[in-house]
Every structure is written in structure tokens, then in C-alpha cells.
């Protein structure tokens, strides 16, 4: 049985998802399907809990695969899942990609409504019921833990990213930034195919995935989840992409940007700014570009919005 040795923790809504496509077709490099196991994520619900099971999703890998993974963006949040990765695989390798933490948010927000765990459309009110939600208040039903909504501390790169160089060998560990990505694909992934040990692999094409976008049915994301709750129960877990077919069929393009009320944005720049300035520490790089809110908030004549 080939282990997996390679994880890819996070963190999520920062390109994850076209990155570990793109890494997949690499033909020295197997990631599951699910992408996301969550296994070794202990404090949210979700996903598989048998190690038997979770071992199967690598049965496919074969010799020609150097580096055998996963990519559950979960981890790099979790208190347990790099700890409990280490007593796994000790040798391990883990692969982090971030981006600017208001656009994080934003989009993470976007994501929990899409999921159907997260009942507040309203950005602007869904970031001030954090307080109650860390007390277990005001939780939707469907929300499997109210550290799904968190997402102040979801956002917390600079934290998480000390945690984990405190717990693994900094060569163990590439850190990508979504950014650079968007500027760059060919040198973003030459980076990544260095640090994992791996021949260059030339891409003709680097799609886009999982773009932010809202199901306009409520019905439908219930429908999505039941389905895949059952599905779970009969202990089927590779995706065959007929909840996203589903879910692109009755979901907008796009998710418009929000309008931030000032109180929010100063108080989103008073949590962020201490986390950007943690990471620019220890990257010894400029993010000055991420010192700004992305979006345009309420004029200052505009306080009702």
C-alpha cells in the first residue's frame, strides 16, 4: 500500500482547487478523489473517519507516482490535523497557498451561503454575529460547527502559518500566494514541481475552478447535500461531479461584490493588519497590496448601505 506524503492544507478559497487539478495531471504526482478527506480534521464533522477508507482513495497510485497526496484545505485551520498528519507521515511534505485575507473572507462567506451552512446573505452582518457564533449562537441548523463561520479566525493566515513552521521543518514546507498565480502560472507551479522534487510538467492551459458563484434555489443546495449525505452513508466518496453540474446549472456566474459598511471595514482592518504584517515578517516580502481593502466600501456620505 503506497501512504500518502504530500498535503496540500490550505488554505481554502485561494486558488485551491484549480492548484491541485493542475498538479494532478502531473505524472508523477496521484492526489485522491475526494480531493478533500478531511481525516485527519478533527473538530469539524465532516468528511471520512475510517482509516481503512480513507487509505483506499490512494490504492490507484502506482510507482511512477513520487508524491502521493491529498488536498483537504481544512487542515491549516485545524488545531489537530498537522500534528496527527506528522504521526502519520513523518516525512511529510505540505503545500499552502494564501491570498489577501479581505478578499478571503469575502469569499469564504460566499462559499458557507453556497453550502447552505451559512443563513446570513448579508456580509456586513454575518461578520458582527462572529462574537455570538464563538458563544454557539445564532448557528444555522445545517451548519455542521460554528468554526465554519468564524471568519476572522478562518482568515488568521499569519497565525496559522507561525503554528505550522513551529511544528514542521521549514524545508518541508512551500508557502504560494495566490497572487502570483494570476501573474505568473508557469513560474507559480515551477515553484511548486521544485519544492515537491519533480520534472517541470508544461500545461497548454491553466483553467479556472470552483469560481465563486451563489445557488439561487434554495431547495437545490439542500437537495446537493442530502444526496451527498447518503451517498456517505453507503460509503461512496469519489466525486463523479453530478452535485457541480447540478449546482453551475442554477447558480449565478458570479457573486457580486459586497458593499462593506465602515464600522465593518475598520474593524476587518484592525483584525487583518496585524496578520498581513506577521506574514510580510516572516517572508521578508511586501504586501503592501494587501493593506487595502480590495473592494469598494460605503462612501463616507453612504452610511445607510
Not at 524545508?171 to 519533480?198: M, R, T, W
Request: glycine letters at 4%.
Amino acid at each position: 500500500m503506497i501512504k500518502p506524503n504530500f498535503f496540500f492544507i490550505g488554505a481554502p478559497k485561494c486558488g485551491t482547487t484549480s492548484i491541485a487539478f493542475q498538479i494532478s495531471q502531473h505524472p508523477n504526482i496521484f492526489i485522491s478523489d475526494p480531493k478533500e478527506p478531511h481525516f485527519f480534521e478533527k473538530e469539524i464533522p465532516r468528511g471520512i473517519n475510517s482509516l481503512k477508507v480513507y487509505e483506499s482513495l490512494f490504492s490507484k497510485a502506482k510507482k511512477h507516482h513520487i508524491i502521493v497526496g491529498e488536498a483537504s484545505t481544512g487542515y491549516l485551520y485545524s488545531q489537530t490535523a498537522v500534528p496527527e498528519i506528522l504521526k502519520y507521515s513523518t516525512n511529510a511534505k505540505f503545500l499552502v497557498s494564501i491570498r489577501n485575507p479581505y478578499e478571503m473572507a469575502i469569499s469564504l462567506h460566499g462559499q458557507a451561503l453556497r453550502g447552505g451552512y451559512e443563513n446570513q446573505n448579508n456580509f456586513n452582518i454575518a461578520w458582527k454575529l462572529q462574537k455570538n457564533r464563538r458563544m454557539g449562537l445564532n448557528i444555522p441548523k445545517r451548519c455542521p460547527s460554528h468554526l465554519m463561520l468564524l471568519y476572522e479566525n478562518r482568515c488568521a493566515l499569519g497565525d496559522q502559518i507561525e503554528k505550522l513552521y513551529q511544528l514542521v521543518s521549514p524545508d518541508k514546507v512551500c508557502i504560494v500566494l495566490f497572487d502570483d498565480l494570476k501573474e505568473n502560472p508557469v513560474k507559480f507551479y515551477e515553484k511548486i514541481y521544485d519544492f515537491l522534487d519533480v520534472p517541470c510538467f508544461e500545461a497548454s492551459s491553466f483553467p479556472v475552478l470552483n469560481v465563486s458563484s451563489r445557488i439561487r434555489l434554495k431547495f437545490v443546495t439542500d437537495a446537493i447535500k442530502f444526496l451527498g449525505k447518503q451517498k456517505r452513508n453507503f460509503g461512496i466518496y469519489k466525486s463523479f461531479g453530478i452535485a457541480k453540474r447540478v449546482a453551475s446549472a442554477v447558480s449565478t456566474q458570479k457573486l457580486e461584490k459586497p458593499i462593506i459598511k465602515n464600522d465593518v471595514l475598520k474593524d476587518m482592518y484592525d483584525k487583518f493588519m496585524p496578520q498581513i504584517e506577521k506574514l510580510e515578517r516572516i517572508f521578508s516580502r511586501s504586501l503592501v497590496a494587501w493593506k487595502h481593502f480590495p473592494f469598494q466600501g460605503c462612501p463616507e456620505n453612504q452610511e445607510k448601505c
